[in-house]
């Protein structure tokens, strides 16, 4: 993956990364960690597949039981990328855990954006594990003009 960071006019660094052939610019969550999150595979325009691995830090217990809070982070990561707008938020999910994920499993994430009306997106997500669904979710997201932290949505 090469990348290629610019210099905003407030100064923020923003990070371009290509991914495939395509070329296809990811502009939305560039300092997610990838360890946490999972790793994109493959971009397309409103698809997107990602695998998470699975590691110590993200355990619930001694069992080797991982944090559900994991898997949907990084759905909800997978489906912020699908929608790839540099101002996306998630505004609601419903969502399912329908499989217990162990240390060292790999959830294979896979994205879809399914509606698209004025700044709304809808993203369907499922993860699999080896065939086992383990979560399937539906992300209700919105596309802001300005990023969310700079929007003034109470009157002062």
Request: hydrophobic letters at 40%; proline letters at 1%.
């Amino acid at each position: 993956m090469d990348e290629e960071k610019k210099v905003d006019d407030d100064g923020s660094v923003e990070i371009e990364e290509y991914l495939n052939e395509e070329e296809i610019l990811i502009n939305t969550h560039e300092k997610i960690d990838n360890e946490l999150c999972g790793r994109i595979e493959k971009i397309e325009k409103g698809v997107l597949d990602l695998s998470l691995k699975t590691i110590p830090e993200m355990l619930a217990d001694d069992k080797g039981l991982v944090h559900s809070g994991f898997i949907f982070s990084a759905a909800d990561y997978a489906a912020m990328v699908a929608v790839n707008e540099k101002n996306v938020v998630l505004v609601a999910s419903n969502c399912q855990f329908l499989s217990p994920v162990r240390l060292g499993d790999v959830v294979n994430i896979k994205a879809t954006v399914r509606n698209k009306e004025g700044r709304k997106r809808n993203v369907n997500v499922v993860g699999y594990v080896f065939d086992i669904k383990v979560f399937e979710g539906e992300f209700k997201t919105v596309v802001t003009e300005r990023h969310v932290l700079k929007l003034h949505l109470v009157d002062e």
